[in-house]
Protein backbone atom coordinates (compact mmCIF):
# COMPACT_ATOMS: atom_id res chain seq x y z
CA UNK A 1 0.00 0.00 0.00
CA UNK A 2 1.29 3.23 -1.13
CA UNK A 3 1.02 6.72 1.45
CA UNK A 4 -1.89 8.65 -0.16
CA UNK A 5 -2.82 12.16 0.65
CA UNK A 6 -6.49 12.99 -0.62
CA UNK A 7 -7.23 16.98 -0.73
CA UNK A 8 -10.43 17.67 -1.31
CA UNK A 9 -12.19 21.25 -1.49
CA UNK A 10 -15.02 23.34 -3.75
CA UNK A 11 -13.85 24.62 -7.77
CA UNK A 12 -11.09 27.29 -7.45
CA UNK A 13 -10.05 27.00 -4.12
CA UNK A 14 -6.08 26.58 -4.69
CA UNK A 15 -6.12 22.60 -4.85
CA UNK A 16 -4.78 21.98 -7.91
CA UNK A 17 -1.80 24.28 -7.07
CA UNK A 18 -1.09 22.88 -3.59
CA UNK A 19 -1.58 19.44 -4.63
CA UNK A 20 0.66 19.77 -7.39
CA UNK A 21 3.25 21.81 -5.06
CA UNK A 22 2.82 18.93 -1.96
CA UNK A 23 3.46 16.35 -4.84
CA UNK A 24 6.46 17.73 -5.78
CA UNK A 25 7.78 18.18 -2.00
CA UNK A 26 7.18 14.78 -1.53
CA UNK A 27 8.06 13.12 -4.54
CA UNK A 28 4.88 11.56 -4.92
CA UNK A 29 2.42 11.17 -8.09
CA UNK A 30 -0.58 13.77 -8.55
CA UNK A 31 -4.03 13.13 -9.94
CA UNK A 32 -6.33 15.65 -10.49
CA UNK A 33 -9.94 13.75 -10.21
CA UNK A 34 -11.52 16.60 -11.67
CA UNK A 35 -10.38 15.95 -15.12
CA UNK A 36 -12.11 12.28 -15.01
CA UNK A 37 -14.78 14.32 -14.18
CA UNK A 38 -14.51 16.97 -17.31
CA UNK A 39 -13.58 14.51 -19.72
CA UNK A 40 -16.79 12.95 -19.27
CA UNK A 41 -18.56 16.15 -19.01
CA UNK A 42 -16.76 17.45 -22.25
CA UNK A 43 -18.14 13.77 -24.28
CA UNK A 44 -21.19 14.83 -23.01
CA UNK A 45 -21.22 18.42 -24.85
CA UNK A 46 -20.05 16.35 -28.04
CA UNK A 47 -23.05 14.30 -27.67
CA UNK A 48 -22.19 10.89 -25.65
CA UNK A 49 -24.48 9.55 -23.15
CA UNK A 50 -22.63 10.52 -19.59
CA UNK A 51 -22.60 6.82 -17.82
CA UNK A 52 -21.33 5.18 -21.12
CA UNK A 53 -18.45 8.25 -21.69
CA UNK A 54 -17.35 7.80 -17.57
CA UNK A 55 -17.31 3.66 -18.53
CA UNK A 56 -15.39 3.92 -21.50
CA UNK A 57 -13.06 6.43 -20.42
CA UNK A 58 -9.25 5.92 -21.25
CA UNK A 59 -6.09 7.65 -19.71
CA UNK A 60 -5.17 9.50 -22.80
CA UNK A 61 -9.04 11.39 -22.95
CA UNK A 62 -7.78 13.45 -20.04
CA UNK A 63 -4.66 14.38 -22.21
CA UNK A 64 -7.12 16.78 -24.72
CA UNK A 65 -7.03 20.67 -24.62
CA UNK A 66 -10.39 21.94 -23.74
CA UNK A 67 -11.18 20.54 -20.50
CA UNK A 68 -10.65 23.78 -18.72
CA UNK A 69 -13.10 25.72 -20.03
CA UNK A 70 -16.20 26.80 -17.75
CA UNK A 71 -18.52 24.98 -20.14
CA UNK A 72 -16.88 21.78 -19.66
CA UNK A 73 -16.55 22.70 -15.66
CA UNK A 74 -20.40 22.68 -15.51
CA UNK A 75 -20.52 19.83 -17.86
CA UNK A 76 -18.25 17.79 -15.12
CA UNK A 77 -20.51 19.49 -11.85
CA UNK A 78 -23.73 18.00 -13.88
CA UNK A 79 -22.18 14.27 -14.86
CA UNK A 80 -20.71 14.11 -11.13
CA UNK A 81 -24.30 13.70 -9.82
CA UNK A 82 -24.61 10.49 -11.51
CA UNK A 83 -24.13 7.06 -9.29
CA UNK A 84 -22.84 5.81 -12.05
CA UNK A 85 -20.70 7.29 -13.29
CA UNK A 86 -19.03 8.07 -9.97
CA UNK A 87 -19.24 3.91 -9.79
CA UNK A 88 -17.49 3.94 -13.11
CA UNK A 89 -14.50 6.92 -12.10
CA UNK A 90 -13.76 4.62 -8.75
CA UNK A 91 -11.10 1.81 -9.47
CA UNK A 92 -9.22 4.01 -11.60
CA UNK A 93 -8.74 6.64 -8.63
CA UNK A 94 -8.14 3.80 -6.17
CA UNK A 95 -5.36 2.13 -7.60
CA UNK A 96 -3.65 5.50 -8.48
CA UNK A 97 -3.53 6.29 -4.27
CA UNK A 98 -2.53 2.99 -3.38
CA UNK A 99 0.64 3.39 -6.06
CA UNK A 100 3.94 2.09 -4.41
CA UNK A 101 6.01 5.79 -4.62
CA UNK A 102 2.69 7.30 -2.61
CA UNK A 103 0.21 9.92 -4.42
CA UNK A 104 -1.85 12.44 -3.87
CA UNK A 105 -5.33 12.63 -4.95
CA UNK A 106 -7.34 15.93 -5.67
CA UNK A 107 -11.15 16.36 -5.85
CA UNK A 108 -14.29 16.44 -3.95
CA UNK A 109 -14.40 12.88 -2.21
CA UNK A 110 -11.11 11.51 -1.85
CA UNK A 111 -10.62 11.66 2.03
CA UNK A 112 -14.86 10.74 2.19
CA UNK A 113 -15.22 7.90 -0.19
CA UNK A 114 -12.37 7.32 -3.06
CA UNK A 115 -9.91 6.76 -0.21
CA UNK A 116 -11.01 6.88 3.20
CA UNK A 117 -7.87 5.36 4.85
CA UNK A 118 -5.62 8.24 2.98
CA UNK A 119 -2.92 8.96 5.59
CA UNK A 120 -3.27 12.33 5.44
CA UNK A 121 -6.17 14.61 4.40
CA UNK A 122 -7.11 18.05 3.90
CA UNK A 123 -9.46 20.02 3.19
CA UNK A 124 -8.96 23.46 1.25
CA UNK A 125 -11.30 26.02 0.67
CA UNK A 126 -11.58 29.63 0.41
CA UNK A 127 -14.80 32.33 0.20
CA UNK A 128 -16.41 32.32 -2.96
CA UNK A 129 -16.10 35.47 -3.99
CA UNK A 130 -11.93 34.80 -3.45
CA UNK A 131 -12.18 31.93 -5.79
CA UNK A 132 -14.25 33.46 -7.90
CA UNK A 133 -11.18 36.24 -8.47
CA UNK A 134 -8.73 34.13 -9.07
CA UNK A 135 -11.11 31.82 -11.55
CA UNK A 136 -11.67 35.27 -13.51
CA UNK A 137 -8.31 35.84 -13.38
CA UNK A 138 -6.93 32.97 -14.58
CA UNK A 139 -9.80 32.94 -17.45
CA UNK A 140 -9.15 36.49 -18.52
CA UNK A 141 -5.52 35.86 -18.65
CA UNK A 142 -6.57 33.06 -21.19
CA UNK A 143 -8.74 35.28 -23.31
CA UNK A 144 -11.77 34.39 -21.73
CA UNK A 145 -14.36 36.68 -22.31
CA UNK A 146 -16.46 35.75 -18.58
CA UNK A 147 -17.12 38.91 -16.84
CA UNK A 148 -16.61 38.60 -12.89
CA UNK A 149 -19.85 38.15 -12.04
CA UNK A 150 -20.13 35.03 -14.45
CA UNK A 151 -17.34 33.55 -13.08
CA UNK A 152 -19.34 34.12 -9.15
CA UNK A 153 -22.37 32.75 -10.33
CA UNK A 154 -20.57 29.93 -12.43
CA UNK A 155 -18.53 28.98 -8.77
CA UNK A 156 -22.09 29.29 -6.91
CA UNK A 157 -23.47 27.14 -9.32
CA UNK A 158 -20.67 24.46 -8.53
CA UNK A 159 -20.74 24.88 -5.07
CA UNK A 160 -24.49 24.12 -4.66
CA UNK A 161 -24.19 21.11 -7.18
CA UNK A 162 -21.33 19.98 -5.34
CA UNK A 163 -22.41 19.74 -2.18
CA UNK A 164 -26.22 19.32 -2.47
CA UNK A 165 -26.16 15.93 -4.51
CA UNK A 166 -26.68 12.68 -2.41
CA UNK A 167 -23.99 10.75 -4.18
CA UNK A 168 -20.34 11.78 -2.67
CA UNK A 169 -21.12 15.37 -1.89
CA UNK A 170 -18.55 17.96 -1.51
CA UNK A 171 -17.68 17.89 2.58
CA UNK A 172 -14.66 17.69 4.61
CA UNK A 173 -13.93 14.36 6.23
CA UNK A 174 -13.95 13.73 10.16
CA UNK A 175 -10.48 13.71 10.51
CA UNK A 176 -9.38 16.10 7.20
CA UNK A 177 -7.22 19.31 8.37
CA UNK A 178 -8.99 22.35 7.17
CA UNK A 179 -6.71 25.29 5.01
CA UNK A 180 -8.50 28.10 4.32
CA UNK A 181 -6.57 29.95 1.42
CA UNK A 182 -8.54 33.20 1.75
CA UNK A 183 -5.83 35.24 3.04
CA UNK A 184 -2.95 33.04 2.20
CA UNK A 185 -0.14 33.42 -0.65
CA UNK A 186 0.79 30.29 -2.86
CA UNK A 187 3.55 30.22 -0.77
CA UNK A 188 2.02 30.16 2.69
CA UNK A 189 -0.70 27.64 1.58
CA UNK A 190 2.15 25.32 0.22
CA UNK A 191 4.28 25.83 3.53
CA UNK A 192 0.61 25.51 5.56
CA UNK A 193 -0.10 21.78 3.61
CA UNK A 194 3.64 20.80 4.09
CA UNK A 195 3.05 21.40 7.33
CA UNK A 196 0.04 19.94 8.30
CA UNK A 197 1.45 16.66 6.10
CA UNK A 198 4.56 16.53 7.71
CA UNK A 199 2.73 16.25 11.17
CA UNK A 200 0.83 13.77 10.60
CA UNK A 201 3.65 11.54 9.91
CA UNK A 202 5.81 12.20 12.51
O1 LIG B 1 -11.88 20.12 -9.57
P1 LIG B 1 -12.59 20.50 -10.87
O2 LIG B 1 -13.08 21.91 -10.88
O3 LIG B 1 -11.76 20.16 -12.06
O4 LIG B 1 -13.88 19.53 -10.92
C1 LIG B 1 -14.87 19.62 -11.93
C2 LIG B 1 -16.17 19.01 -11.41
O5 LIG B 1 -16.02 17.60 -11.26
C3 LIG B 1 -16.63 19.50 -10.05
O6 LIG B 1 -17.50 20.62 -10.14
C4 LIG B 1 -17.33 18.31 -9.45
C5 LIG B 1 -16.71 17.12 -10.11
N1 LIG B 1 -15.78 16.37 -9.26
C6 LIG B 1 -16.32 15.45 -8.39
O7 LIG B 1 -17.54 15.35 -8.30
N2 LIG B 1 -15.52 14.65 -7.64
C7 LIG B 1 -14.19 14.78 -7.70
N3 LIG B 1 -13.41 13.96 -6.96
C8 LIG B 1 -13.60 15.74 -8.57
C9 LIG B 1 -14.43 16.53 -9.32
Keep these: MGFTIAIDGPAAAGK ?4 KA ?33 QELVAEDLD ?3 LRTPDVAQAASRVAVIAEVRAALVD ?3 AFGARAGGAV ?12 DAA ?19 LSAKGDPSTRDEVLAD ?11 VEAPLK ?10 SDLSIDEAVAKAIAAIQAHTL
Design 120 to 138: VKLFVTASAEVRAERRYLE
Design 22 to 54: VAAHFGFAHLDTGLLYRAVGAKTLLGAEPIEAA
Design 16 to 19: GTLS
Design 92 to 94: FQR
Design 105 to 116: LDGRDIGTVICP
Design 64 to 66: VDG
Design 172 to 181: PADDAVLIDT
Design 155 to 165: VQARDARDMER
